[in-house]
């Protein structure tokens, strides 16, 4: 009997073999995105990236806008037909090591789950697309569709240094495709027993500003009628006591249809409150995406306890619905007043593409093939991805990562939070679907 391999057991297809390693591993490199320049940067886990690809045969590009900034962009695939962007971001926020139950970067397996920093924001569908992408260049199940494989540096601080750079400065890298899919949608939510599948097909636009106050300066024990951090401080409480009235967008209509079916009600923007509690903890984001929102965020002014200062400043995070962006920006007007100043940190406009299509049928297919009762339908987001910046270029855009989540999981929560983590069984799960999606684009 031969000791060689037996090449027929080698290739027998398994998107998932390697998705919770990856995962691990990309965990472990510290790309963490202060906004403001520091930080590690993203070179290590892009060149780790690009390893990966080579070890199969697959070429890719780094792009570095400043050191240590860096985007890895790779084709791959056939030529029938337009071409497709598969995209993920590679940087994750700071996390505060002394809150977590476990180091945030140690790529944990505990309790069936992945632990750390990006184990849902987004080192787990970089990990998907890479299990997939390796898997099929390894056992010859290559697309017919040329896909582009893109993964990011800065998207947590508005992408200016990632997919802004490749779209401003290497277009050609992304030329002849058509269609996008990346962050953040596929997950499951449980509403009355059914898990309903969310795919991202719209996102709010974005707007981080910064308020500046001016004043006269004074003793502080003196009055002083031009103070300027009495007037921030009362513009910031009008901004945060401000209730947003309800609008709803194409997307949002469709998915509270869906809800309300479940419910056993007809869905309307007067019952849209009460259908989105059906998500339970998903309610949180899932409220923010039939309004516009403007969170104060930061505070600043002053140098000592007894001197009125001269200038005072806040920021807030601004997020408007698609088709708003007017009413929002008029309100914020108001709300803010005439002596106090708007400066743009950054300023995204929302976008929606339109639930239907080739792409959205090999979506919903592919999850159906893995859980035959779910139910899956559109969203809006309430963050901000890449796809904002992809969309420059002509994209229709959706959010598709795939996981079957458990029903008493807050996974909303886990977005930025304190002890991130992503079931095992959902990466692998999550692998599978989108292993099937690439059979049907």
């Given at each position: ?12 297809p ?46 890719s ?36 090591a ?46 017919s ?36 899919v990346?962050e ?65 967008t ?5 998915l ?39 969170n ?41 007043g ?17 639930y ?15 859980d ?27 959010g ?42």
């Amino acid at each position: 009997m031969s000791d060689a391999p037996d090449d027929s057991v080698r290739t027998i297809p398994d998107p998932a073999g390697e998705v919770v390693e990856l995962c691990r591993e990309l965990i472990r490199f510290d790309t963490s995105n202060y906004g403001d320049g520091s930080g590690p940067g993203e070179r290590k886990a892009a060149e780790h990236v690009a390893t990966l690809l080579d070890e199969v045969g697959i070429e890719s590009t780094l792009i570095e806008d400043s050191p240590g900034r860096t985007s890895v962009v790779a084709r791959w695939g056939g030529t029938e037909g337009d071409g497709l962007l598969l995209h993920g971001h590679l940087d994750v926020v700071p996390a505060a090591a002394e809150d977590w139950q476990v180091g945030p970067f140690s790529g944990e397996v505990q309790d069936g789950y992945v632990w750390g920093r990006g184990a849902v924001d987004m080192k787990d569908f970089d990990a998907m697309l890479l299990s997939i992408v390796r898997d099929r260049q390894r056992t010859g199940r290559i697309p017919s569709r040329p896909i582009t494989l893109c993964f990011t540096a800065d998207e947590e601080a508005g992408g200016h240094q990632g997919a802004q750079v490749i779209v401003e400065d290497h277009p050609e890298l992304l030329e002849g495709c058509t269609e996008a899919v990346g962050e953040v949608g596929g997950f499951s939510a449980t509403v009355r027993g059914r898990r309903v599948y969310l795919i991202e097909a719209a996102e709010k636009g974005m707007a981080w500003m910064r308020l500046t106050a001016r004043g006269r300066a004074g003793h502080g024990s003196m009055i002083n009628r031009e103070n300027a951090v009495t007037s921030l401080a009362a513009a910031v409480a009008r901004i945060g006591a401000y209730e947003w009235p309800v609008r709803l967008t194409p997307a949002m209509r469709t998915l509270l249809a869906a809800v309300g079916e479940l419910a056993g009600t007809e869905a309307t923007p007067e019952n849209a409150e009460a259908l989105v509690e059906e998500f339970g903890g998903a309610a949180r984001m899932m409220g923010a995406v039939i309004r516009n929102t403007c969170n104060p965020t930061m505070l600043g002014g002053g140098y000592k306890v007894n001197v009125i200062p001269t200038e005072a400043t806040a920021h807030v995070d601004g997020r408007f619905l698609p088709g708003f962006e007017d009413e929002f920006f008029a309100t914020l007007a108001t709300l803010v007043g005439e002596d106090v100043e708007i400066d743009f940190l950054s300023h995204q406009q929302p976008w929606e593409t339109p639930y239907d299509g080739a792409l959205v049928d090999a979506m919903t297919r592919s999850i159906l093939a893995e859980d035959d009762e779910a139910v899956v339908a559109p969203y809006l987001m309430s963050g901000g991805t890449d796809a904002k910046h992809f969309r420059r270029l002509g994209m229709r855009s959706y959010g598709f990562a795939p996981l079957r989540l458990p029903a008493d999981l807050d996974f909303t929560a886990l977005f930025h939070g304190v002890d991130e983590r992503v079931p095992v069984d959902a990466l692998e799960f999550g692998a599978r679907v989108f292993d099937r999606f690439l059979d049907d684009v």
